[in-house]
């Protein structure tokens, strides 16, 4: 007998007032109550929580029928996480809860159910102070699931499976968490490899080894059937990846022996206008954008993510570095550091440890008191018990650029943690062997050395430390400091450090994608200094990092605009201010600086048919071409050469007014699934089709057939346009919607309409 297990996503009611029965309100989850709060400037933690006002005590109530109680079996409610300090009732009577709102937690409710109707309540409490340091949403957020099991079953985290690749054999360990006998089975196609055990280990097999690479990211289902005298109790089906991963001091990481570089972006969990309640295809979007730039690697930032992204992530091959916190006893973590350190890390390494995609596990970011002997004993105590509990992949923690002398300030009474640790203050270490002998002190206790923003010591640290690697945990996109300030804007793209030395596996950018929070002060709202902005519409710079992640020979150009309104991205975190359009009405021949981002040998640059030299992109610094144009309107042509053929080319035009507004595609096809959620962009165009970028007018969407609008998101932060509406101005010529599938089949018609422009149409075919 299998188990049984029900998402329970539908049928929950809210409400933020008493939990009464006239207050409570028909919701799905996921839910984020934060995102649809009204923006207040005043809020506490504003910046922090892009000024959507989450305090408060939230209710959540649903219905749970049960036709049976079976006896023999036990009945479990699994949260995959809610943010935040939770509890749980089951018919009044108090099941559990969790206090840390990136932690699952599974409760036994056998003893508080019976045959019928069964109220599940849940009380999310959002007072306690302070939230994170960026958008936490408030709810919850992620998937909840009805587990029916036998009495007798497998515990999912107890279960370890390792791999080792022997030639072209695959061996597989599987620990069961269980003395009985256990039979598993590993399934190719038609052919199935078993093995069975009573003792807690089996040992499988797979001849002629399909492996997990971030290329090829292969998966094999493993099906484990748990006996009590011949009859089979529980079954639990799991997804296994056989890779090797070694790292190599001086060569770098190696995955099934080929040296790979991590092309990184850190990531926070939220989705822009959805806030932090992100169905899963939503990531799916993001990660296939992110896979098609180069990009092999995330970071989950500073938490434990969704489990639904790691499966994304198996099967997609994204590699990912997870942590379970932020900072320890001195952020917003320190409400929970000393009691729950354990648990929470224990939660995310028994969740998650089956994870072919997971390369590296971290212990936390930029913390407090870095590299004196109160951090080292906590870095010690963290890295063992993690060890524990998984001794297959090395351990890092990312590590702040500042270090500071001793001193006595008392942490919980420091408001901005990330302004206190960065601060340039009396105590700031100058002198470079002084931090030298802090990182390695840190070093010794880790098994890679993760460096925030510290291309610039890369020599001095790797001769301190020579037998342990560096991965850049943090890089910023652009610039980089110098090694007598650190917060030199030195125009040497991180990524450069990453190519130039062996020891240095890969660097992630701080962020990949922007996001809700760590506003640099109203109007924005979020983070802004990325290669996306939140409707997943790739920013100009993202391009130069496909040239360096890339093969496929490509080639784009953008110009610098500094007219465009401020997005509030942050100093070293920004980048210069290049743009996609060539429209520059108040110039006349005043020459534009441009910036051309290539995997090519060489390129061609035309204005109008006009050709402008250039020199070989491998001879400019960061391989990105630079140069100036004089303006006037028309078409700027760049074409792309390997060997002397031509093999890409790029093309930029003067739009004229937008008459029209069109989405990237007319018609398409989808699968029916309830629930299903998709972002769709419209964009200005003018009457030959060229984008009209500087259009901003209002957009409203109507949708008919089995679908309904949830969010608008054009990703300007700084914007306070509610996401709930209909409506919603374009940002750099457009806008997006996202759009819920009922799960009945049948013809979406999603509309775009804008006063004085031909409205826009998309036909979905959902069948
Ligand atoms: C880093 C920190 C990140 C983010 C970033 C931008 O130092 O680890 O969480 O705050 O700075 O300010």
């Known amino acids: 007998m299998s188990r049984n297990e029900i ?127 960026w958008y936490s949403g408030a709810g919850i957020y992620r998937t909840v699931k009805l587990l029916e099991l036998n009495k007798h079953h497998l515990k999912p985290e107890d279960i370890q499976v390792k791999t080792a690749i022997h030639g072209d054999t695959g061996a597989v360990t599987i620990m069961t968490g269980v003395s009985s006998l256990v ?109 098609a730039m180069g990009c092999n690697a995330i970071r989950t930032a500073h938490h434990i993510p969704a489990s639904e992204l790691l499966d994304l992530c198996d099967e997609l091959g994204m590699l990912v570095y997870e942590e379970p916190f932020d900072k320890w006893t001195g952020g917003s973590y ?31 970011n930029e913390v407090e008191n870095q590299g004196q002997e109160s951090m080292l004993k906590i870095l010690k105590m963290l890295k063992e018990h993690l060890v524990t509990l998984d001794d297959t992949r090395p351990v890092s923690y990312a590590m702040n650029p500042h270090f500071k002398y001793e001193s006595n300030v008392d942490l919980s009474k420091v408001k901005d943690i990330q302004q ?45 430390v020579p037998d342990k690697l560096i991965l850049g945990t943090e890089t910023f996109q652009y610039f980089r400091g110098h090694p007598d300030q650190m917060q030199n804007f030195s125009e040497e793209v991180p990524w450069m450090d990453v190519e130039k030395h062996d020891y240095v596996i890969g660097g ?13 002060g109203y109007p924005a709202k979020g983070w802004a200094g990325s290669l996306f902005w939140t409707n997943n519409e790739r920013k100009p710079l993202s391009y130069l990092y496909q040239s360096y992640w890339t093969e496929e020979p490509m080639v784009y150009l953008a110009v610098m605009d500094y007219s465009l309104q401020d997005e509030g991205a942050k100093e070293h975190w920004d980048a210069p201010r290049y743009a996609s359009h060539w429209n520059f009405p108040q110039f006349n021949k005043t020459v534009i600086p441009y910036m051309i981002a290539t995997n090519c040998e060489e390129v061609t640059v035309d204005l109008n048919g006009k050709p402008f030299y250039v020199n070989k992109p491998s001879s400019y610094p960061n391989r990105m071409i630079t140069g100036f144009l004089p303006y006037s ?23 004229g007014p937008a008459v029209k507004l069109g989405f990237d595609s007319e018609e398409l096809r989808l699968e029916a699934k309830e629930g299903y959620h998709t972002f769709f962009t419209v964009r200005a165009k003018d009457s030959g089709d060229i984008p009209v970028f500087r259009e901003s007018s209002k957009v409203s969407f109507r949708v008919t057939g089995p679908a309904e609008i949830v969010a608008v998101d054009n990703g300007d932060l700084c914007s306070s346009e509610a996401y709930d509406r209909h409506w919603m101005h374009m940002y750099r010529g457009c806008v997006s919607t996202v759009l819920r599938f009922t799960g009945e089949r049948g013809r979406v018609v999603l509309s775009a309409y804008s006063e004085g422009m031909a409205p826009g149409q998309l036909v979905i075919h959902v069948i």
């Open 633 to 655: 309107p028309g078409t700027i042509t760049v074409r792309g050469y390997i060997s002397g053929q031509e093999v890409c080319t790029y093309t930029l035009k003067t739009a």
């Open 420 to 464: 206190f640790v960065d601060e340039v203050s009396d105590t700031e270490i100058y002198n470079s062997d002084e931090r030298v002998e802090r990182i390695r002190r840190i070093a010794e206790l880790v098994d890679v050395i993760g460096c925030n923003y510290q291309e610039q010591w890369y020599p001095a640290i790797h001769k301190a």
């Open 508 to 520: 992630m950018l701080w962020t990949g994608i922007d996001y809700l929070g760590e506003s640099m």
């Open 334 to 364: 320190r409400r929970y550091f000393e009691t729950e350190w354990q648990g929470d890390l224990e939660c995310m390494v028994r969740r998650d440890r089956n994870h072919p995609s997971i390369f590296m596990w971290g212990v936390g």
């Open 7 to 133: 998402q329970l996503m539908n049928g929950w009611e809210f409400t933020l007032k008493e939990p009464e029965d006239s207050n409570f309100e028909a919701v799905n989850l996921p839910h984020d109550w934060a995102i649809h709060a009204p923006i207040n400037r005043n809020m506490k933690q504003g910046e922090a929580q892009g000024f959507r006002d989450r305090w408060g005590i939230g209710w959540y109530r649903r219905n749970l029928v049960f036709q049976e109680i079976r006896e023999g079996y036990v009945y479990q409610l699994q949260f995959d996480g809610v943010y935040e300090n939770s509890t749980v009732w089951v018919n009044g009577r108090e099941a559990g809860g969790r206090k840390y709102g990136y932690s699952r937690f599974t409760l036994d409710i056998t003893d508080y159910i019976h045959p019928g109707d069964n109220l599940i309540l849940v009380k999310v409490d959002n007072t306690s102070f302070p939230a994170d340091r």
């Open 183 to 291: 039979k598993a089975c590993i399934s190719d196609g038609a052919l199935r490899m078993t093995g069975e055990s009573e003792n807690g280990t089996i040992r499988i097999e797979i001849p002629q080894v399909k492996l997990w690479s971030p290329e090829q990211p292969h998966l094999y289902p493993l099906e484990l059937s748990l006996y009590e005298g011949n009859q089979v109790v529980d079954t639990y089906e799991l997804r296994i990846g056989v890779r090797d991963i070694q790292m190599i001091a001086g060569k770098g990481m190696f995955i099934n022996g080929k040296m790979t570089k991590i092309k990184g972006f850190c990531i926070h969990q939220d989705a822009g206008c959805l806030g932090v309640a992100v169905p899963s295809e939503i990531w799916k979007e993001r990660l296939l954008q992110f896979k």
